[in-house]
């Protein structure tokens, strides 16, 4: 079986953004595959610690990345700070593949800056790594790949539970574990009465009010922070009044713009226009806005006043792809000589962010997990929801598909995360305790 068909089998996915199928994305041609160890999210310790303790496996699923997609050269991209991790990944490296060490700074991780620090290309305006002969796999993706060449599928997800917990891990969460649970493993908080939640990253995460949600393929990190917390709370603040901000406090500094990463890879994002517009009401189109990759950076880092261009500015791109625009592609140009300079270091967006006291470690939780219930979407990537293969009453295994992608449509197949009996079945997932 092809390395594509085997990673489709075992439900492989992107574990580090959307949850792109990763058996598409390695059908092309590229140069350069680099793996995307960078975590530059403040609190997240998943790939730091993967990187250490799974470097053989994550090493070789670059390999067959490579391979899957013909590329001569494989760069592990990792933050030199993480020295143990380096190290484990030197020692397993093979020919065609090496170290590469980034400078720690937010976003490192997002994969146009990766692709332009570690290769030196741009990404163009509307365009994806491709489009310069790159690709991006992130680190858990790798070790998934390697994994799934031995037909073992994807029934778990490293996340990192941090902030009001008393005690701060990463774990190996089985598919469809409810966030609460999860917390409860932590010592966190056991209800939402005075705690709100970020899933993911404190930048680019969302805020989550359900806590009987559960882990998908996708999920990083789940922090806990009192309802009051100012950075909660900027996240949760109504688009209502984030426009009236832009309207009335908004004094066009364009600090955002400056500091914003993608306007500093040369490419036109500009989100002071967009705040501009949206002070007078009107809308605003520019074919730049899609290469925003709602990092934040300008919320939270930039504007001195606090305001919330990144809101403004996704919901613009929004409006644009809504109104059926497509994004052209416009040719590579060159970063901007201030790059260098604009880099947001991590320890200065923690202070910022106001999550200093959570900035803690995160080890690994070494026992297995096994929770009294799962609750597995049908929907864990992007492309179409998978039909269940099995029924109610059913007793299933763990690894054991259970649902899969309809025929001839994008998706992976899903497995049973724990082993049990499959309790309910409805449009949107199964339930198996
Ligand atoms: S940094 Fe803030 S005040 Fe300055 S232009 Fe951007 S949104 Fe307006
Ligand atoms: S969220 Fe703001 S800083 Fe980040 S890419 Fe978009 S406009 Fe730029």
């Known amino acids: 079986m092809l390395i594509h068909d085997k990673c489709m089998q075992a439900g492989v996915v992107g574990a580090g953004g959307a949850g792109f199928p990763t058996h598409a994305k390695l059908n092309c041609k590229a140069e350069i595959v680099l793996a995307n160890c960078a975590e530059c999210e403040p609190l997240l310790r998943i790939d730091q610690q993967v990187a250490l303790r799974f470097a053989d496996d994550v090493v070789n699923g670059l390999r067959f990345a490579m391979e899957a997609c013909g590329a001569k050269e ?66 858990s993706t790798l070790r998934n790949i390697a994994r799934a060449q031995m037909d073992i599928p994807v029934t778990h997800k490293h996340l990192t539970v941090i902030g009001e917990v008393e005690t701060p891990m990463t774990i190996e969460a089985p598919l469809g ?25 404190p930048m680019m995460g969302f805020t989550e009010k359900n806590w009987d949600n559960v882990v998908t393929k996708t999920t990083a990190g789940i922090i806990v922070l009192p309802k009051n917390h100012p950075h909660l709370m900027r996240k949760d603040a109504p688009q209502a009044f984030n426009h009236k901000m832009a309207r009335t406090v908004c004094a066009e500094c364009m600090m955002c713009t400056e500091l914003c990463p993608r306007h500093q890879l040369g490419l036109n994002v500009k989100p002071h226009l967009a705040m501009r517009a949206a002070a007078y009401g009107k809308k605003y189109e520019d074919n730049g806005l899609f290469s925003c990759s709602n990092c934040g950076v300008c919320s939270y880092f930039a504007c001195p006043f606090g305001l919330s261009p990144a809101a403004i500015t996704t919901e613009a791109k929004a409006a644009m792809a809504g109104s ?10 060159e970063a901007m000589p201030s790059r260098e300079y604009s880099k947001v270091p991590v320890k200065r967006l923690i202070a910022r962010l106001g999550l200093k006291k959570y900035d ?35 007793a299933v295994n763990v690894g054991q598909v259970i649902a899969q992608p309809p025929q001839g449509k994008l998706g992976v197949n899903i497995h049973a995360s724990i082993p049990g009996t499959v309790q309910s ?8 305790s």
């Not at 079945?425 to 198996?432: E, G, Q, T, W």
């Open 360 to 394: 803690v470690a995160a080890p690994f939780y070494e026992e297995p997990i096994y929770p009294d219930q799962v609750r597995m979407p049908l929907r864990m990537h992007i492309g179409a929801a998978c039909e269940p293969v099995v029924s109610i009453g059913d």
């Open 74 to 139: 494989g760069k592990l991209c990792i933050m030199g700070k993480h020295k143990e991790a380096i190290a484990a990944l030197e020692s397993a490296c093979m020919p065609g593949i090496k170290v590469f060490i980034l400078k720690n700074y937010f976003p490192a991780g997002d994969e146009q800056q990766l692709v332009c620090d570690a290769t030196g290309r741009i990404v163009p305006v509307g365009g994806l790594p491709l489009d310069v002969g790159v690709v991006v796999q992130n680190c």
């Open 324 to 333: 059926g625009r497509k994004p052209e592609k416009v040719q590579p140009q």
């Open 177 to 201: 574990m409810s966030f609460r649970d999860c917390i409860r493993l932590a010592g966190g908080p056991e209800n939402e009465d005075n705690y709100g939640l970020i899933i993911g990253g």
């Open 425 to 432: 079945i409805d449009s949107s997932s199964i339930v198996i």
